[in-house]
Nanobody
Framework: QVQLVESGGGQVQTGDSLRLSCSAPGRTWSNYAVGWFREGPGKERERVVATSRSGGITTYSDSVKGRFTISRDDPKNTVYLEMNSLLPEDTAVYYC??????????????WGQGTQVTVSS
């Protein structure tokens, strides 16, 4: 298990931007595939983005493609989710997840505590 610490959520308005951060104290992010998942009110869990250990494979859900960007700062052991042009439907609890491979993220990954993002119209 990997301890993950998330931050950066908040309440914003439609069209605003937020950046979520996920740190893994004592770990090297390049050893892990990373994903961001979200759970919105009354909605099923959605994988927003996932990236491989090398960063060579990154996939976004259609709902966020072109608006959200994942990045990794290895010296800081931090992964970021930059969220632009936010919409009310982006309202959710966002979770950072780490695993050995992308396919293991949801079922066998280590999950952060979640951070709330609320977008008002």
């Amino acid at each position: 298990q990997v301890q993950l610490v998330e931050s950066g959520g908040g309440q914003v308005q439609t069209g605003d931007s937020l950046r979520l951060s996920c740190s893994a104290p004592g770990r090297t992010w390049s050893n892990y595939a990373v994903g961001w998942f979200r759970e919105g009110p009354g909605k099923e869990r959605e994988r927003v983005v996932a990236t491989s250990r090398s960063g060579g494979i990154t996939t976004y859900s259609d709902s966020v493609k072109g608006r959200f960007t994942i990045s990794r700062d290895d010296p800081k052991n931090t992964v970021y989710l930059e969220m632009n042009s936010l919409l009310p439907e982006d309202t959710a609890v966002y979770y950072c997840v780490a695993a050995g491979v992308i396919s293991a993220l949801e079922t066998n990954g280590s999950w952060g505590q979640g951070t709330q993002v609320t977008v008002s119209s």
